[in-house]
C-alpha cells in the first residue's frame, strides 16, 4: 500500500477509569495501574444491592469506576437543564469527548468548514437505567420520536454531535457489539480514503448504570469470580466490564502532514468480516474469521507479520476466548514466518475491564500512545502463561515491562485485534511515522516573532480562570509564542475572552499574571456576539517611520499587509496624489498608502468590516475604499491641503459640510455595530469601542494591541489566515475545563 493510503491520528481524547484524560490514562499504564475498584457492603446498599444479592457467594464487589458521568456542561452546548436531566450520560460525554480530541487535533474551526464524518457507538439504553427512572418523572410519551428516545436512543449518538458542533459530512451510528468503535475507526477511514470526507470523527461511550453496582459471576462463563482480568495467564478466569469514552481524529496522511498536524500514529490498514455460520455458537469466536481478517489487514498495510513487533490484543482473559485468538495469530503469522519470540502481545482490559462497545477505542488509543512515547507498557494481572497458549513456541511473548519499544525493523508496526459478539472481526496496522516525513513534520523554517497575542477565551469567567490556570500549570510548559499559535488555531473564540500582547521574552508565569490582572480589572466582563461586523477609522496622521514600516514588512504573519502597500503606492490614485504641488500631498499619499493597506491586512486576517468612516484627511482614504472615482475629489484635497498644511493634526476636527453630512449619518446608523476601530482618539469621542493609539507614530507593537482590542471586543480572526502554514509544531494542550454540574434525574425524588 501506498503512504498516501495511510490515515494519520491526529487527534484523541478519552475518559477511562481513573482516567479523565488521555495523559492521565498514559501515566497508568506506565505505571502498570488497576484501575479497578472493590465496594463495600454500605456503598451496593446505596446503590440499591440487596443484602441478599451481594450476599451470594458468586457476587463479586468489583467495578471500574469512572468520575463525573452525573456531571455535564450542558450550558456550554445549549441544552436546557430539564433535557439534560433526561438525556443519556452516554450522550452527554460524548459531546465533551469529541470536543476535546478536536481541540486536540486543532480542528475545531476546520471542522466546520470541512466535509466531517462523525461515527460513533455507544451502549444503548439497556446499559442505563436513567430511561427507566425518567418514566417517573417526564410527564410526556417514551415513544419512537419522543423527547425521552431522542435523548437517550444510541440511534442519535452520531447526529447529536453534527447537530451541537455543526459538522455537516456523514454521521452514523454503528453497532456490533464489542467490535462496534474499531468498526466506527475503518468506516471512516473508507469514507477519508474514498474522498467522502476530509476530517473523520470515530467516537465510542459506553458507561454502565448505576456505576457502584458489582455482578453476579454465575450469571455468565465471562464474567470474572476474582473480578480481576487477567489476559493470557495461567490463573486467567474471565473478565470485567467497565465503562469509558474515548474519540479519535482522523485525517489522510499527506493532508495531515501539509498541514503541519501533530500525529500520534498511522492506521495503515483495517479489515473488518464476520465469521458467518463456521462456529459452534453465535456468541462464539472462530479461528477462520478472525485470520482472514488478520491476512487481510497485513497484506492492505504492504508488510510481512514478521514486521509487526506488538499486537494490541482483544484479550478477555476468558478460558474460551484467549486460546482462540492466540491461534488465529498463529495461523496468521505462519503464512509469512515460522521465527518465534518476536513479536509482544498485550492488552489494556486487565488495567481498565472491557469497556464493550468502547473497548476497541481504549486499545487504539493505548497502541496510538504506545507509538508516540515508543515505549511498551506492562500488560498487568500476568502470573505465567497459560499452557494453552503455548507461547514459547510461538512468535510472541508477553509485554510486561515499561520499556523502550525497539523493533528489529526500522518501523514500529503493530496490530491491533477485536472483536465482537455476533461474529463481525475487526484488525488494523498501526505504525509510527517514516523517519524522512517525521523530520519533515517537526521542521519549521518561519523565524519566532518578537510580538504575538494569545487569546484564551470561555464561556464563562470561572471557566476562563480555571482555563489560564491549567495551560500554565502544564509541565513542560511551551515557548509563549509558540503557545499562542497553538491556542489560537486550535481552541474555539468563545465569548468570555482574554487576549494579551506577549513577547518572546516572556515566560509563562508573567503571561499568567497579566491575564489574571486583566480579568480583575474587567470583572463586569461582557459576552459579546460572533462576527461582529467593524467599522474602520480612516484617521492618518504621522506617517510611521521606515523601520516600523520594514519591521511590519519583514513579519512573515504580514506579507499581505506588504503586498497591498506597494499596490496603493503603484496605484494610479496615489500617483496622482503623489504629483499635486498641494504641502504635504506625497506625505499623505504615503500615509493613505499605510492605511489601507493595514484595512486590507486586517481584512486578511478575517477581521470583518461593515462599513469605512472617514475623518479628516481620513475622508479620502475612505474614498478610495469605496472606489469614487479620482477627478471628484482631489481638487478638494488640494484645497484642504493649503487650508490646513500649519495645524494637520487638528484637520479630523474639522470637515466639509458635504462630507460631514455622510460621516456623521453613517455613525448615528452603525456605531452600535462595533468594535470601531480609530487609528486615534477621534475628537469627543471616549466610547468603550475606540481603539487608542499610543502615540502618534503607528508601531508594530499598535498593531498587536489593536488585535489583541478587537479580538476581546467580539471580532472573529481567521488565525489560518494570520500565521505562516507550520508556523510552530503543533502541541497536545490542557482541554477546555468543561463546567462539571450535576444533572440527575435521582435527584427529583
Not at 515505549?375 to 511473548?397: D, H
Request: hydrophobic share 40%; with cysteine.
Amino acid at each position: 500500500m501506498m503512504a498516501t493510503d495511510d490515515i494519520a491520528i491526529v487527534g484523541l481524547a478519552c475518559r477511562f477509569p481513573e482516567a479523565s484524560s488521555p495523559t492521565q490514562f498514559w501515566q497508568n499504564l506506565a505505571q502498570g495501574r488497576e484501575s479497578i475498584a472493590r465496594l463495600s457492603d454500605a456503598q451496593l446498599r446505596n446503590a440499591g444491592v440487596s443484602d441478599s444479592e451481594f450476599g451470594q457467594p458468586s457476587y463479586v464487589n468489583a467495578y471500574t469506576p469512572l468520575a463525573d458521568v452525573d456531571k455535564f456542561d450542558a450550558r456550554f452546548f445549549g441544552i436546557p437543564a430539564a433535557e439534560a436531566k433526561l438525556m443519556d450520560p452516554q450522550q452527554r460525554t460524548l459531546l465533551e469527548i469529541i470536543y476535546h480530541a478536536l481541540e486536540d487535533a486543532g480542528a475545531l474551526q476546520t471542522a466546520q468548514q470541512s466535509e466531517t464524518g462523525v461515527y460513533a457507538t455507544g451502549g444503548g439504553i439497556t446499559r442505563s437505567y436513567l430511561y427507566q427512572e425518567a418514566a417517573k418523572h417526564f410527564k410526556g410519551n417514551s415513544d419512537t420520536g419522543s423527547l425521552l428516545q431522542l435523548l437517550n436512543d444510541k440511534d442519535f449518538l452520531a447526529t447529536r454531535v453534527s447537530y451541537k458542533l455543526n459538522l455537516q459530512g456523514p454521521s452514523l451510528s454503528v453497532q456490533t457489539a464489542c467490535s462496534s468503535s474499531m468498526v466506527a475507526v475503518h468506516l471512516a477511514r473508507s469514507a477519508l480514503l474514498s474522498g467522502e470526507i476530509d476530517i473523520g470523527i470515530a467516537a465510542a461511550s459506553c458507561i454502565r448504570l448505576p456505576q457502584e453496582r458489582g455482578y453476579n459471576a454465575a450469571e455468565s462463563m465471562i464474567y470474572s469470580p476474582t473480578g480481576r482480568c487477567r489476559t493470557f495467564s495461567d490463573d486467567a478466569d474471565g473478565t470485567i466490564f467497565g465503562s469509558g469514552s474515548g474519540a479519535v481524529v482522523l485525517k489522510r496522511y499527506q493532508d495531515a502532514l501539509a498541514d503541519g498536524d501533530h500525529i500520534y500514529a498511522l492506521i495503515k490498514s483495517t479489515a473488518v468480516n464476520n465469521d458467518g455460520a463456521g462456529k459452534f455458537g453465535f456468541t462464539a469466536s472462530s479461528v477462520p474469521g478472525q485470520a482472514k481478517a488478520m491476512v487481510k489487514a497485513i497484506a492492505l498495510a504492504g508488510i510481512s507479520a514478521d514486521q509487526l513487533s506488538y499486537i494490541e490484543c482483544h484479550g478477555t482473559a476468558t478460558k474460551i476466548g484467549d486460546p482462540l485468538e492466540i491461534r488465529s495469530l498463529e495461523k496468521a503469522f505462519s503464512l509469512d514466518t515460522d521465527k518465534k519470540q518476536f513479536c509482544h502481545i498485550g492488552s489494556v482490559k486487565p488495567n481498565i475491564g472491557h469497556l464493550e462497545q468502547a473497548a476497541g477505542l481504549a486499545s487504539l488509543i493505548k497502541l496510538a500512545l504506545m507509538i508516540k512515547h515508543r515505549r511498551l507498557v506492562p500488560t498487568i494481572n500476568f502470573r505465567a502463561p497459560n499452557p494453552k497458549l503455548k507461547l514459547p513456541q510461538s512468535p510472541f511473548k508477553m509485554a510486561l515491562d515499561y520499556e523502550m519499544w525497539e523493533p528489529e525493523q526500522q518501523r514500529r508496526y503493530a496490530g491491533l485485534n477485536c472483536l465482537g459478539v455476533g461474529g463481525t472481526n475487526v484488525f488494523a496496522i498501526l505504525s509510527d511515522l517514516p523517519t524522512t516525513d517525521a523530520a519533515i513534520s517537526n521542521d519549521s523554517d518561519v523565524t519566532e516573532p518578537a510580538q504575538d497575542v494569545l487569546c484564551l477565551s470561555a464561556k464563562t469567567k470561572t471557566q476562563l480562570v480555571e482555563y489560564i490556570e491549567s495551560i500554565a500549570k502544564d509541565d513542560p510548559p511551551l515557548p509563549l509564542c509558540a503557545l499562542a499559535y497553538n491556542i489560537n488555531i486550535s481552541r474555539a473564540h468563545l465569548p468570555i475572552r482574554n487576549t494579551v500582547v506577549i513577547n518572546r521574552d516572556m515566560s509563562i508565569a508573567q503571561w499568567r499574571e497579566q491575564a489574571l490582572a486583566k480579568i480583575n480589572a474587567n470583572s463586569e466582563q461582557r459576552s459579546t456576539t460572533f462576527d461582529k461586523p467593524s467599522q474602520y477609522i480612516c484617521n492618518p496622521s504621522e506617517f510611521a517611520h521606515p523601520s516600523q514600516l520594514a519591521a511590519l514588512t519583514a513579519d512573515m504573519r504580514c506579507q499581505h499587509f506588504t503586498i497591498a502597500y506597494q499596490r496603493w503606492v503603484d496605484s494610479e490614485a496615489l500617483t496622482k496624489i503623489n504629483a499635486s504641488t498641494a504641502p504635504f500631498a506625497q506625505q499623505f499619499a504615503q500615509l493613505f498608502a499605510f492605511e489601507l493597506a493595514l484595512y486590507e491586512q486586517l481584512k486578511h486576517w478575517g477581521v470583518k468590516m461593515a462599513s469605512f468612516l472617514g475623518e479628516g484627511i481620513g475622508r479620502y482614504a475612505q474614498l478610495l475604499l469605496e472606489g469614487v472615482p479620482l477627478q471628484h475629489w482631489l481638487s478638494t484635497l488640494e484645497k484642504e491641503l493649503h487650508i490646513h498644511h500649519s495645524n494637520l493634526n487638528h484637520t479630523q476636527a474639522r470637515c466639509f459640510s458635504q462630507m460631514g453630512e455622510v460621516a456623521i449619518e453613517q455613525a448615528v446608523h452603525l456605531a452600535s455595530e462595533g468594535p470601531i476601530i480609530y487609528r486615534n482618539r477621534p475628537v469627543n469621542n471616549t466610547t468603550e469601542y475606540v481603539y487608542v493609539c499610543d502615540s502618534e507614530q503607528f508601531t508594530p507593537t499598535d498593531l498587536w494591541s489593536l488585535l489583541a482590542t478587537i479580538v476581546d471586543k467580539g471580532a472573529q480572526v481567521n488565525w489560518q489566515n494570520y500565521y505562516p502554514l507550520k508556523a510552530f509544531e503543533k502541541h497536545t494542550l490542557p482541554n477546555y475545563p468543561f463546567e462539571k454540574k450535576r444533572y440527575w434525574l435521582v435527584d427529583e425524588d
